[in-house]
């Protein structure tokens, strides 16, 4: 089993900048892709962006160009540099482990963004 705790989250001000960080407990976290997913209220979760295990990286439409997705394997660490951020860019972010295969997935408990001046 492997936990995934996110931080980060917080208010935001339109065109401000937030930056999420998520630790997974586990020692082989450079086997695993790591994305970050947000569902904000009424809607379903959506995938914001992901990295693969050797660095492949792909981002939803909405987020391209603002966004940025990176991963520091020495510190079991994915972060979300989050840019010229949007009122609707408000939503619950959770971090996701998963192995190449999909045979292994898991979530973190999530952490509220809310963009609003």
């Known amino acids: 089993q492997v936990q995934l705790v996110e931080s980060g989250g917080g208010l935001g001000q339109p065109g401000g900048s937030l930056r999420l960080s998520c630790v997974a407990s586990t020692s082989i976290f450079s086997i695993y892709t790591m994305g970050w997913y947000r569902q904000a209220p009424g809607k379903q979760r959506e995938l914001v962006a992901f990295i693969s295990n050797d660095g492949y990286i792909n981002y939803a439409d909405s987020v391209k160009g603002r966004f940025t997705i990176s991963r520091d394997n020495a510190k079991n660490t994915v972060y979300l540099q989050m840019n010229y951020l949007r009122p609707e860019d408000t939503a619950v972010y959770y971090c996701?482990?998963?192995?190449?295969?999909?045979?292994?997935?898991?979530w973190g408990q999530g952490t509220q963004v809310t963009v609003s001046s």
């Open positions: 996701n482990a998963r192995t190449p295969s999909r045979t292994y997935n898991y």
